[in-house]
């Protein structure tokens, strides 16, 4: 009965463990997550590298900028706020009018919400924004 009881906290122990471990991506992990959501949803207008050399940027009537000089361009402080709300895009409509860059906020969700459904919707489409905000911060220079 004891060894049993033991074997059961230790297989907790280990199972506890495990869950840290796959729940808690690594910090190269997540960028990697942010990188290659960039690259597939961004990259077209800022370009691969985010220095706005995207194939779409000729296109475009407003200029999509150098998404390396954030920090930069902010005496030196990443403006992660700012740049979480632009990407978003659902609370800036009001303030700046109209904007070239889709609303990622409006389209995450409708995304996410056939995957996770009424309760869980808000929390994967900010999980989704930070990841990009975490990514965009590693590349400054
Ligand atoms: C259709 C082209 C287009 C795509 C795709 C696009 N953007 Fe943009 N982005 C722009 C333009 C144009 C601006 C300049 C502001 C505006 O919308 O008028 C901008 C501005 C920004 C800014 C603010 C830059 C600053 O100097 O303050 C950030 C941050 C940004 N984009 C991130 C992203 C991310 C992340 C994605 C992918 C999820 C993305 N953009 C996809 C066109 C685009």
Not at 11 to 31: D, I
Request: charged residues 25%; aromatic residues 8%; positive net charge.
């Amino acid at each position: 009965m004891r060894l049993h009881q033991s074997m059961a906290v230790l297989l907790g122990a280990l199972l506890a463990f495990g869950w840290t471990l796959s729940s808690n991506p690594s910090m190269a992990q997540r960028k990697l997550v942010g990188s290659e959501e960039f690259q597939v949803s961004c990259a077209v207008c800022h370009g691969p590298d985010g220095r706005g050399n995207g194939s779409m940027a000729g296109y475009l009537t407003v200029k999509s900028g150098d998404l390396t000089r954030l920090a930069r361009d902010n005496d030196g402080r990443f403006p992660f706020l700012e740049v979480f709300r632009m990407i978003d895009g659902r609370h800036e409509i009001g303030v700046h009018g109209t904007r070239a860059m889709p609303i990622w906020g409006d389209r995450y969700k409708v995304e996410a919400a056939v995957k996770y459904g009424p309760y869980d919707t808000e929390t994967a489409v900010r999980g989704r924004i930070l990841e990009l905000v975490q990514y965009l911060e590693a590349i400054q220079r």
